[in-house]
């Protein structure tokens, strides 16, 4: 049994809570987790009260990077989509280097794989994961890059609830794509499966995928049979859906992601499949019915 903590970054969470998930699921099995945390709160405390050992720091800051890897041979570094991810990786990186760590497992974006010195997206943070991937194959380092697809947490969640909750629609600029999009809780468990048991995977790079690909009907399907009323999908026009989106996001940089994300989406760019997560873990991806399923509540006008 690893017995040094393992370091989860972004273990407060916020979108896909993959940093929490992971935390809690390596306690689960017995292993001593590190969750870094931005400052302490009731997402903190959770976590220390399932047994993690928390750091308050800023992944921007090497001497906050130092206190938390020191001791650690396994890290699980993501943190929020910004604008400063790759001075992040850097920092991370350089500190890991120094402390010589076993495993440094990097959440990526499976757009990477398709990209090249020739050919990138037009989204900022597709290129910080690319050019953060080229940086930690140049450092030496014995990395695990994890490249998932759009998660069902943000387009098919937060996105979706108003239009499903209201109007029984799923209202997506996506045009005719298809999609596989997956839970970040599958995510994590192949995270989770990693850290602990590092060694056959360094080097290596991982697309993760939902269970199936297929179009936005055929998604907006198991809405309805998640729900056990008809949801339709409805193609919104790119161009209103774009504007309320760039007013209403935290960061010009968060913003042109989504839409890069979107306009990859018409383009069929996510008609992608991989069986990475049942042969990484066992037990295969949770499908959108399922994933709708657990989150009927939010789905659903409340009634008094
Ligand atoms: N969403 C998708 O569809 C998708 C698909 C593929 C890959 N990804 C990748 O997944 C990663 C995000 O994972 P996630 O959704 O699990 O993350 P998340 O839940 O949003 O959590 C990110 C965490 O990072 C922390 N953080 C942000 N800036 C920080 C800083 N400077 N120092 C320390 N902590 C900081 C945040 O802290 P606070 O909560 O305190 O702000 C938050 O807890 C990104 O790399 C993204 O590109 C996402």
């Known amino acids: 049994m690893h017995s040094h903590p393992i370091l989860v970054t972004g273990a407060a969470g916020r979108v896909g809570s993959i940093g929490p998930a992971v935390t809690e699921m390596l306690l ?3 292993l001593k987790v590190r969750a870094m945390v931005r400052k302490e ?17 800023d992944l921007l ?6 206190q938390a890897i020191e001791g650690c041979r396994r890290i699980y ?12 990786t850097a920092n991370a990186a350089a500190v890991a280097r120094h402390h010589e760590v076993e495993a440094f497992v990097n959440m990526s ?9 020739t050919s990138t997206t037009p989204s900022p943070q597709h290129k910080h994961h690319w050019l953060a991937e080229q940086m930690l194959a140049w450092s030496g380092l014995p990395v695990v890059n994890l490249r998932p697809t759009a998660f069902m947490d943000v ?5 979706a609830v108003p239009g499903v909750r209201n109007e029984d629609k799923l209202m997506l600029p996506f045009g005719p794509g298809k999609t596989s999009p997956i839970a970040a809780w ?3 468990r192949v995270v989770t499966e990693i850290l602990a048991e590092p060694a056959p995977h360094i080097g290596r790079a ?5 269970p199936r690909s297929e179009a936005l009907d055929e998604v907006a399907a198991q809405y309805s049979r998640a729900l056990g009323r008809e949801i339709k999908y409805v193609d919104v026009p790119p161009e209103p859906w774009e504007q309320k989106l760039a007013a209403g996001a935290s960061s010009p940089h968060l913003a042109a992601h989504l839409i890069a994300m979107a306009g990859l989406h018409r383009q069929n760019r996510y008609d992608r499949y991989t069986d990475l997560v049942e042969r990484l873990t066992g037990s295969p991806p949770m499908s959108v019915e399922e994933f709708v399923s657990r989150h009927a509540s939010d789905f659903c006008v409340a009634t008094p």
């Open 109 to 117: 974006q499976m757009t990477v794989s398709q990209m090249s010195i």
């Open 155 to 159: 387009f098919f969640l937060r996105f």
């Open 61 to 66: 800051d090497l001497h906050a990077m130092h």
């Open 41 to 57: 709160d009731e997402r903190s405390q959770r976590l220390k009260d399932l047994g993690a050992q928390i750091v308050v720091g």
């Open 28 to 30: 689960r099995r017995g």
């Open 186 to 188: 599958d995510v994590a």
């Open 77 to 88: 570094f993501a943190m929020s989509v910004g604008p400063t991810y790759l001075e992040a």
């Open 206 to 210: 991982y697309d993760l995928t939902g």
